[in-house]
């Protein structure tokens, strides 16, 4: 998707937990990254992505977002040759589930893509979805999840997430269908992502799996030991 010779690639959702990584692996090539983070003077958010080593060729630039603010967004992704949106909502349930958890994953897509289009200069668009978005209710264990199915059961009362991210990839997929080809579109649905934490704010993540609540006292010393091995 990008080579040492590409223009400004943005990462959404740098600080998060994929993002974080993203970030590291194009550094690690040489590309230039724009990052978006919600805080810029937040050192959790930022210090990890500060310090992380960049290849010949390669540059860092921070900036801060807000999804749900057009006009940040339509900056974040101006001048951009390749966008990768992961920038996302992990909340499952909220007594404000529209405003907490759907609104950001669908308006905050809609501004995204509304911003590539007034760009002009972006290719390619790689979103970060999930299985919560493919994975209907009635799913059964062993049943194949495709590109054809869709958590069309998902309610804002019972199943909010999915809902959100069903709501988001079905309207990147009818946008991308309207391009005649014009920009490439990758569409990535995981599920548990496991690896070294690069923040502690990412053991709140997939992480959290691995650890039984009664260890979260040793969380720094897993934080220190993880951070770099195997990266």
């Known amino acids: ?21 993203i970030v590291a692996n194009l550094l690690s090539k040489g590309v230039n990254v724009r990052a978006t983070v919600r805080d810029s003077s937040d050192p959790e ?11 010949e060729g390669g540059r860092l630039e921070i900036v801060e977002m807000d999804l749900l ?8 992704v101006s001048g951009c040759e390749s966008v990768i949106h992961t920038a996302a909502v992990v909340v499952l349930k909220s007594k404000r589930a529209q ?30 979805s999930s299985t919560a978005a493919i994975r209907p ?11 054809d199915t ?3 059961d998902a309610t804002i009362e019972e199943n909010p997430y999915g809902l959100a991210k069903y709501s988001a ?18 569409t990535i649905n995981p599920c548990v992502v496991l690896g070294p934490p690069l923040s502690k704010r990412h053991l ?28």
């Open 150 to 152: 869709w958590a069309e």
């Open 99 to 128: 405003e907490k958890i759907v609104d950001p994953s669908v308006v905050g897509t809609r501004n995204v893509l509304d911003a590539i289009d007034s760009s002009g200069t972006v290719s390619c668009l790689v979103h970060t």
């Open 1 to 21: 998707m990008v080579s040492e010779s590409s223009g400004i690639v943005l990462v959404t959702g740098a600080s998060g937990y994929i993002g974080s990584h």
């Open 69 to 76: 603010d057009r006009e940040s967004v339509q900056g974040a």
């Open 137 to 147: 209710g009635s799913w059964k264990d062993g049943q194949t999840l495709t590109t």
């Open 204 to 231: 709140n993540g997939s992480p959290s799996f691995l650890f039984n609540k009664s260890l979260s006292t040793c969380c720094d010393d897993i934080y220190h030991s993880l951070k770099w091995k195997n990266y």
């Open 169 to 186: 990839e079905r309207l990147v997929r009818d946008w991308h269908s309207s391009k005649e080809d014009s920009i490439r579109m990758v």
């Open 45 to 55: 958010r930022v210090d990890h992505l500060k310090s992380l080593p960049v290849s």
